[in-house]
């Protein structure tokens, strides 16, 4: 119970990570070779406050690989980018 509470669930994790990736290449229709890593994790601090908040997922593209792009996930939003470390790039979402 502690455990999650700091880390979340790891199935939660799993499928924010499953579902970015379905976000990117169904949606956003990048291919498999322009996505370098996706790793999730969780924010217990967002869980608190808002629960919608609490799994993310940093994206690292091929041609960007200096630099991570955040994205949300939960059950009612669905995927969301919220950012990218130092600004705006290549793969960043209006």
Known sequence: MVFN?????????EQTEDSVYEYLTEEQNYQDEEIES????????????????????FVTFSDEQDYE?????????????????????NHSED
């Not at 509470?5 to 994790?13: A, K, M, R, Y």
């Not at 996706?38 to 997922?57: F, L, T, V």
């Open 5 to 13: 509470f700091f880390n979340g669930s790891q199935e939660q994790l």
């Open 38 to 57: 996706i790793r999730s994790e969780y924010n217990w601090r967002n869980d608190k406050n808002d629960e919608r908040g609490a799994y993310q997922a």
């Open 69 to 89: 792009y955040q994205y949300i996930y939960n059950d009612i939003d669905g995927v969301t980018q919220i950012g990218r470390d130092e600004g705006v790039g």
